[in-house]
C-alpha cells in the first residue's frame, strides 16, 4: 500500500481526532496533498489540501476553523487535526497525492489514494 490512513475511531461529539498518512513510496514528495471524505450514499468530497511545502492550504467551508491540514516531509506523512467533531463529519476520510506541489479540491488532479480510514461522530 503506498498511502496509508489512520486515527479513525468512534468519537463523541464536540471530540477530537487526528489522521495520519504515510506515504510509503514517496509519491508525495515535491506534491500537494488533500484529505477527503466520503459519507454512505454521497461522493466522494474534498476537506483539506496542502502545498508541498506547507505554504498554501485550503479547506471546505463545512470544517473551516475546526480541522487543521499539516505534514512533515522528513517523515513523508500527512495530519489532519480535526476538532469541535460534529455527526455530519462522519465519514471514511482519504487522503491523496497530486502530481504538482499546488493542488485543488477536484479528485481528478490527484491521482495516489490511500485505503481510507473511517470516523464516525456519535451525538
Known amino acids: 500500500v503506498q498511502l496509508q490512513a489512520s486515527g479513525g475511531g468512534l468519537v463523541q461529539a464536540g471530540g477530537s481526532l487526528k489522521l495520519s498518512c504515510t506515504d510509503s513510496r514517496r509519491t508525495s514528495s515535491n506534491n500537494a496533498m488533500s484529505w477527503f471524505r466520503q459519507a454512505p450514499g454521497k461522493e466522494r468530497e474534498f476537506v483539506a489540501s496542502?502545498?508541498?511545502?506547507?505554504?498554501?492550504?485550503a479547506y471546505a467551508d463545512s470544517v473551516k476553523g475546526r480541522f487543521t491540514i499539516s505534514r512533515d516531509n522528513a517523515k513523508n506523512t500527512l495530519y489532519l487535526q480535526m476538532n469541535s467533531l460534529k455527526p455530519e463529519d462522519t465519514a471514511v476520510y482519504y487522503c491523496?497525492?497530486?502530481?504538482?506541489?499546488?493542488?485543488?479540491?477536484?479528485?481528478?488532479?490527484?491521482?495516489?489514494w490511500g485505503q481510507g480510514t473511517q470516523v464516525t461522530v456519535s451525538s
Open positions: 491523496a497525492t497530486a502530481r504538482r506541489s499546488y493542488s485543488g479540491a477536484a479528485t481528478q488532479e490527484y491521482p495516489y
Open positions: 496542502i502545498s508541498w511545502r506547507s505554504t498554501n492550504t
